[in-house]
C-alpha cells in the first residue's frame, strides 16, 4: 500500500509539472496584444502618436495650449487673473509626455525594427523610415523650441535597454546640438529623397500608411525642406548658425526643382478631419470634439483685441471667416490691459466677439495643420528680405492671400452654417493696400511679415505662433504686467515637468539652473 | 414524507385518545455543585415529544413508550440520552461539557482540525445567523459578526455588490475582496464599480452575492497570514470559507425543511431638504440673465393680451433661492397651472417600495451509507429603484456515499439561475450634475407625465422645432432632462442579463493505510451569461436615428483541482502527527463576444441586429490563466494541549513573468491550551494562548506585466504602438508577511468569553505603476516597489449575563481597531495620487510614513495669525498655491454587537454594528448645498434665518443697514452674510455678500481661478464617516411542538425582521454612510450618487418538518 501511495504522488507532480510550465508560458502573454510588428505599421505609429496635437483635439486645446500658448500669443481673448503667466504645470507635462510616449518611442522602436529587418527590406523600406524622420524631427523641433535643451540623443530607451531604468535615464542635448543634428540629417534626407526610387510594391504599401501624404512622394520632399526653411529661419539670428543658415537657404530656395518647398494650398502638408476617426466636431471620441475645446465654459473662443483691431483697421477678408460678431453685430476682442472685472461684465453681457462656430468650433472637418503654403511663403519672404535672395514683398503677398484662401476653404468645410462666398480679389488687393499691411507703405518689413505670420499660424498652430513671436518679437503685444507676481509678463520657455526633476535628477543637474520661465531658447536672441 | 404522513395521522389519533402509556418523572442537578438544574430541555428520542424541567430542576413527561430512550440536553452540559427501560422516575446528573474540546472546524482547503490545535484567528458564522433576518446574499448577513472584518454593500438592493475587507487594506493599488471558497472550490467573485459613473453607470453584483443564504450550513473567515497561507497568492486579502448544509448528522431518515422570508424595502435617510424657497439664483443673476424680477419672478402672457400677468420662478436654474413658496398659482414648465407649494417628498417620490421574497425548500436524507440535502431557493426582487426586477432560482444538492469501508464519494452541485432587468443605474446624473436637479417645486409626477409622449418617443424640449406631438412640447425651459432621460432609460429601455451558474465539486476520500486517507476533488464555477440591451427609438425615424441593440455572451469558467494525502496518528502516548500533502490545480477562462447595432435601428422599436442602420458593430475575446501549487503541512501536538503547526505551499502561476513565476508560501502556528496544562481554578474552563506567522501574496493583474504592442486603425490604416506604461518581466507577487498572537477564554460554563488578537502585517513588494521620467519612452513602469504595514487588535466577547429556565440572555460584541501605514513608496516622488476629483479640486493621495488615503484640497487662505482672508467679493480667499490634507479615508475602527434574548419560545435578536473614523468626500451633499436644496442653506437667507440686513449702493456694493430704507431710498435688503475673518489689508472683514451668491460660488464644482471658479471650497465636501447602525432585528416567536407536532412539523418559527433600520449615530448628513460603491478602497471614499438607502421589514417562516 505505501509503494502505491508513493507511485501515486510521484506520477501526480511529474504528469503535473511536465505538461503545466509550457501552458504558464503560453498564457502569460495577453491574447488582445501583438507581439509582431512592421516597418510599415510603426510607420502609421509615429504618425497617429501626436495626433491629438496635430488635429484640433479638444485636449489640445482646453487644457494644453489655450490656456499657455494662446493667452501668451493674444491669438485668444483672455481674462487677466493673479499669476496668470505662470503656466499650469500639469497641462504642459501632458504635452511632455506625449512626445516622449508618443513620437519619440515609437520612432525609436521604428528604428530598431528597420536595424533588425535584412538588408533587402532595408533598401525597399526606405521610405518608411525617411519619412517618419522627417516627421519626428518635426515633433522634435516644437519640443526644443517649447522647452530648448531636452533629453533627445539618449532619450526613449528603456525598452530599448530591457527595462534597465537607471541605463535608461538620458542625458540632456542643448537645443542648437538638437537643431544641428536634425538640420544635417535632414539636408541628407532631403538629397536622398531628391532622386529615391520605391518599388512600385511599397509604393503602394507605402501609400495605404500614409495618411499625412497619401504616399505623395513630392509632397513629402517639399515637406521636408519647407521644415528646413522653417527651422533654418528660426535659429538665423545665432551667430553660429549664420553661415550654415545662408549657404542652406539659398541652395534650397535656389533649387526648387531638387528641393521643392509647399508652393500653394494644394500642397499643404496636414492631415484632413476624415471619418470616421479624425472629425473633430461629432468624433466618436468626446476627447476629440474641437467644440469643448474652444467653447466649454464660454472662455476659450473669446476673441483677442490685437487680431479683431488689426482686422477691423485694415478690413482683413479673413475677418467674417475666422470670428463671430458680438451681440451688436459689431466685432470687438478682449482687451488684455483692462481689469478682469471690466472684462467679465462685457464678456457676459455678450460685448466679445468669439472665434467663428462655423470655421472653428462646430467644423466637423478642421484640418490638423503641418505646414502651410502661407507659412512657407512668410520664410521665404524673411530669406528674401534678409538675404536678398528674391522679390521679398510678391512672397510676402502670396503669403497673405495663400492665408486667406486657406481661411475660406476651412470656413467650406464646415456644415453649421452655409459656407462664405470667397472674398472678392479687389477686397484683398484693397486689403493688402491697407497701411498696416502695405509692403510698400511700410519700413519694419519684418514686423509686416511677422503679424502676418501670427495671424496666419494663430489658433491653428499655436506652437508656431509662439515660436516666431518670441523670435522676431513682431508684433509687439502689450500685455497686463502681474507685478505681484514672480513672472510679470508672459514666460519665454516652459519648465521641465517634476518628473525630471526629482526621478532624473542627476541628469537634470546640468539644466537646473536654466530651467524657469525666464530663460530663453537658443534661438531666441534679442 | 412517508414521516409527515406518520406524524399526520399520529397527531390526528392524538386529537381522539391519548396514546401516552407511561410519564417518567425526576429531578436534573448539576455534577459540578449538586444544585438542581432548571431549563433542561429532555426529548423522547426519535419523536417531538419533550418537556423542560423547572426551577427545582423537576419535570414529568408522558412518553409514548417505557422502551423509549429520553435526551437530557442543556447548553454547556453534554448531553445524556438514558433509556427509560419500563422505570419511572429518572434522575439525572449532567456533567459540564468539556467547552471547545472537541469542537472540529473547517479550515484551508478544506482540512479539519480540532478548534484548540489552531494557532490563529478565524471567525465562525453559523446558518442561524446568515438566514435570521432574510439577507438576500450572505455577504451583508455578516455585518457586525467577525472582528475586524469590514462589510459594505453597494445601495441598489439584491444585485449590488457585497465587499469584504478583512484587517485593513492590503494593497496599494490591486484587488482588495479576500478569496471566496466554496466547500473547497474557489470561486469566481470579483471587483466591482472601480470606474466611476462613466465607466459603467449601472451598480454592479459580484461572485459572492450568487451564493444563497439558505444554503449555507457556516462562514469561515481566514483572517491572517498563516489561516490563508495554503492559498498562496490568492490570500493576500484573506479567506472566506462557505461550508453548504448537507444531509450529514441531522436526524435520520427524511427530513423537510421549508423558509419563506419576505419583506418589503423603502428608501430610507433620505435628505433634509428645505421646503421655503423655490427655484432661481441670485437677485442680479435672476434679472441680468433671466429677466426675471427682483424676487425672481418670470411673467408670463398667457391669453395673449399683450399683458404678462402669470408668473413663474425660474424653472432652468438648478439653484433654490428662488422666490418663497407662497401658495400662488403659477404656470408650470409641464403648461398647467399649479399653486406655488414646496414639494418636500419629490425625492422619495422617484424611488418605488420595492418587494422581496425568498422561499425555500429542502429535503435531507440521511443513513449510514449516504445522505443527502436537496434544496430549492426562489428569489423574486424588486428594488427601489423605478424599472428594475429581479430573480434567482437556487438548486443545491449535496450528497454523500460511502462504497464500502474505505471509499466516501462527495458531491455538491449549486446551480444559480438568475434574470436581472435593468439593474440599478447610479443617481450621479441627479445628484452630482446640475443638469438633473429637480428643484424644491417640482412634483415627481410632472416628470413621470412627461419623460414620455403620448406617441411613446421621448419628451421634446420647449424649442423642439419638428416633433409629431407640438402641444405636448415642455412649455418652458428647464433644468431637470437629465431627470427625464434617466426615466426613459430605465423605464422605455431594457436592459437584460441572464446568468447560468454551476459550482459544483465532486470529492472522493480514500482510507488507504492505516490513518493514510487520500483525497482528490474535482471542481468547477462556470457561468454562462447573456446580456440584450434594447433602447428604443427616442425620436420618429423621419426626424432621427436613434435607438441601439446589442447582445453578449460570455462564458465564465474555473475548473480545479486537488490531491491530498492525509494522515493523522499518534507517535507516542504524548505526541500526535498530522501530515497532509498533496497538489492543487486552477484554470480560470473568459470568452466574450457580442455585436451591436450602429447607427440606430432603421425600424422603430425592431430589436435585432438586422435593424442596424450602419455595419453593426461586434466585439470579441478571451482571457485565461492558471495557476497550481504543491503543498504540505506538518502539524505537531503535545498531549492535547501543545500544538505546533507548519505549512508550506510552492506555487506557480501564468500571470507571471515565465522567468520567475514560481513562488513559496510558509507559514507556522502553535497553540497552547494552559487551562489543561496548568493547574487553574475551576470557573476557568478554557484558556489558549495562540501565535502565528505566515507569508501570503497578492498577483499582479493579469497580464499587466507583458509587455506586447498596441495594435489600432485609423480609418482603415493598421498601426502598432508601445503603450505609454512598460510591463515588467521581473514582477513577483506582492508579499504580506504576517504575525499574530491571540488568547482565547472561556468562563463559568462557558457563559463568558473573550478572544483578543493581535496582528502584525508588512505587505511587502506592493506592485505599483511606479511613475517613471517619461523620458525614457514610458510613463509608468509596473514594479514591486511600495511597503504597506497594517497593525491592528481586534477583540471578541461574549457572555450569558441572564440564564434561567424561560430566559437566557446572550450577548456578543466584536471589535477591530487597524492602523494602516505606507510604509515606503517610489524613492523621488512624495506621494502617489490614487483619485483625482473635479478635475484637480480634490485629491485622494498617499504618503510615505503615513495612513494611506488622505484626501488633498485648497483651502481658505489665513494671514499670520490665523485668521481667514476673505476676498474682495466678501467670499473667503483660497490659497491655490498647495494643496492641504483635509482628511483620511482609513476607517481605525469597526466592529459590532449582538444580542439573543429567549424567554420560553419567543426570541429577540438584534445586531449592531459600527464603524469609527475615515472621512468620506461628499459630491452629493457639496453640489446640493452650493443649490440650496438643504434645510441648513436656509440659514442667512432672511431676517428669521440669520440674514444680515443691507442695502445696494449706487456702485453695486452690499452696504450693511439697519434702517428700513436706505439713506438714498434704497431698498433693503434681509439676506446678507459678512463671514467672519480679516479683509486683505488685515482689517476685520465688513464686506457683506448675499446668501445666494455665498452658497453658489462657495460650494460649486471646481476649483480653479483661471475657470472663474475662484472660491470654491471642496474642503466643505469632506466628512467623517463615523456611524452605529442598528442592522438587523427579529422578533420570533416558534409554536409550541405540542401544536406543530399535529401537523407533522419538528419545529415552526415565525419571525418578524428588519434591515437597516436606523443609526444610533452618524455623522455623514443627508446620506447613508454607506452609499458609496466600488469594491476598489479609494472609491469608498467618493460619494458621488449612486442610489438611496433603504430600510427593509417583512417575516419569516421557518418551518422543520
Known sequence: MKRIVLIAMIALVTTLNGCRQSELEELYPDPGKTSKATVENFFTGVLQAPINYVMMHYWRLFVVESPTLGHYTQVLGWVNSEKQ???????????????????????????????????????????????????????????????????????????????????????????????????DDLKNIADELADISVPAFYQNLFKAQDFLNDGDLTLWKKYCNSLRLRMLMRVSGVPSFQSRVQSEVAAILGNPSKYPVVDNNNENIMVDAKAPNLTTYDNPDPGWRITDGFETWGMYNLAPKAIIDHMVTNGDPRLPAMFDPNVNGDYVGVDPLE??????????????????????????????????????????????????????KAAYETGVKQSIELYYKINSTGTFRAPLASPDPADIDAYLQQPGVSWDANTDKLNLIGTQKWLNTGISQM??????????????????????????????????????????????????STDNLKTKVFWDID | MRKIILSWIVCFSMLGFTLAQHTVTGKVVSAEDGNPLPGVAILEQGTTNGTITNLDGDYTLKVSSPNASLVFSFVGMETQTIPIEGKTRIDVTLKPSAVGLEEVVVTALGIKRQERALGYAMSSITAKDITKVGSTNVGSALYGKAAGVRISTAPGGATSAVTINIRGINSISFGSQPLIVVDGVPIRNGESNNNGYWGDPRIRGNGLIDINPEDIESVSILKGASASALYGSEAGNGVVLITTKSGRGGQKGLGVDFNMTYTQEKVAFTPKYQNEYGPGYDRVTNMVAFGADEDGWLWEDLNGDGVKETPRPIYRAYGQFGPKFDGRQVIGWDGKMHPYVAQPDNYKDFYRTGLSGIYNIAVTQNSDKSNFRLSYTRTDYKGIQIGGNHYKNSFNLNGQIKVGDRITTDLVVNYIDQFTHNRPEQINRL???????????????????????????????YNASQTPTPDEKLKYHIRAYDLMDFMWRQLENSYDEYSDRLIGSLTTTVDLYKGIKFRGRVATDYTSGYEQTKNRNERPLALARSGYFSQNNSVYSIVYGDALFLYDGKLTNDFTLTLNAGVTGRKESYRYSGVGTNGGLSVEDWFHINASVNTPNGWTGYTDLIKYAYLGTVGLGFRNYLFIEAT????????????????????????????DALKLPSWVDYGKIRVSWGIVGNAPQQYAANNAYNQGS??????????????????????????????????????????????????????????????????????????????????GFYGSPVRTRDIEWQLRTNFGFNHNKVVKL???????????????AALIISKPGETMGDIMCYVPARDAQGRMIVDDNGLYKIDFSEMKKVGNVIPKIVGGIGSTLTYKNFLLDFTIDYRFGGDIISLTNYYAKGAGMWEETLKYRDAEHGGLSYYVDASDKLIRYDGATGPNGEKVYHDGIILPGVKADGTPNDIVVDAPNYYLNTFTWGANPAWGIPNSRYDQAVFENSYVKFRELSVGYTLPSSLTSKIGCNRLTIS?????????????????????????????AIESGTNAATRSFGFSVRANF
Not at chain 2, 488578537?757 to 508588512?762: A, C, G, K, P
Open chain 1, 85 to 183: 503667466y505662470i503656466p499650469d504645470a500639469s497641462a504642459l507635462n501632458d504635452r511632455w509626455k506625449n512626445f516622449y510616449t508618443g513620437p519619440m518611442v515609437q520612432y525609436r522602436e521604428l528604428q530598431k525594427l528597420y536595424e533588425e529587418s535584412s538588408e533587402v527590406d532595408k533598401a525597399d523600406k526606405r521610405i518608411f523610415m525617411l519619412a517618419a524622420t522627417i516627421f519626428f524631427y518635426d515633433q522634435t523641433e516644437q519640443i526644443v523650441d517649447m522647452w530648448g535643451d531636452i533629453p533627445w540623443s539618449e532619450a526613449g530607451k528603456l525598452k530599448t535597454n530591457l527595462g534597465d531604468l537607471n541605463k535608461s535615464l538620458p542625458k540632456y542635448d542643448k537645443g542648437e546640438e538638437i537643431y544641428t543634428a536634425m538640420l
Open chain 2, 1056 to 1084: 418578524l425582521i428588519g434591515r437597516n433600520l436606523f443609526f444610533l449615530y452618524k455623522t455623514i448628513p443627508h446620506l447613508d454612510p454607506e452609499v458609496t460603491i466600488g469594491s476598489y478602497w479609494v472609491n469608498s
Open chain 1, 339 to 392: 481689469n478682469s472685472a471690466d472684462q467679465n461684465t462685457k464678456i457676459s453681457n455678450g460685448l466679445m466677439a468669439r472665434y467663428d462656430t462655423a470655421t472653428f468650433s462646430r467644423n466637423n472637418f478642421y484640418p490638423g495643420w503641418v505646414i502651410t503654403a502661407a507659412e512657407v511663403s512668410f520664410l521665404k519672404a524673411e530669406a528674401y528680405l534678409k538675404y536678398s535672395l528674391g522679390d521679398a
Open chain 2, 826 to 840: 517610489m524613492e523621488g516622488m512624495d506621494f502617489l495620487t490614487h483619485s483625482n476629483i473635479d478635475a484637480g
Open chain 2, 714 to 795: 485609423l480609418n482603415g490604416i493598421v498601426y502598432n504602438s508601445l503603450p505609454s506604461n512598460y510591463g515588467n518581466d521581473q514582477i513577483k507577487p506582492e508579499t504580506k508577511h504576517e504575525f499574530e498572537v491571540g488568547i482565547e477564554n472561556k468562563f463559568f460554563k462557558n457563559r463568558l468569553g473573550f478572544e483578543i488578537t493581535y496582528y502584525n502585517s508588512t505587505i511587502k513588494d506592493q506592485i505599483l505603476w511606479l511613475t517613471i521620467p517619461s523620458t525614457v519612452g514610458f510613463n509608468q513602469m509596473l514594479t514591486n516597489i511600495g511597503e504597506l504595514n497594517n497593525t491592528g487588535w481586534e477583540f
Open chain 2, 648 to 675: 508550506g505551499r510552492q506555487e506557480a502561476s501564468s500571470t507571471l513573468p515565465p522567468k520567475s513565476n514560481s513562488f513559496f508560501y510558509p507559514s507556522i502556528n502553535g497553540s497552547f491550551i494552559y487551562s
Open chain 2, 431 to 461: 445628484t452630482c450634475n446640475y443638469g438633473g436637479f429637480f428643484s424644491r417645486f417640482d412634483d415627481m409626477s410632472w416628470y413621470f407625465d412627461k419623460y414620455k409622449t403620448s406617441k411613446g418617443y421621448k419628451y421634446d424640449m
Open chain 1, 463 to 512: 506652437p508656431q505662433t509662439w515660436a516666431e513671436l518670441r523670435r522676431l518679437n513682431k508684433p509687439l503685444l502689450q500685455f497686463m504686467v502681474d507685478s505681484g507676481s514672480d513672472q510679470p509678463n508672459p514666460p519665454v520657455r516652459f519648465v521641465l515637468p517634476d518628473t525630471e526633476k526629482k526621478l532624473n535628477s542627476e541628469n537634470y543637474k546640468a539644466v537646473q
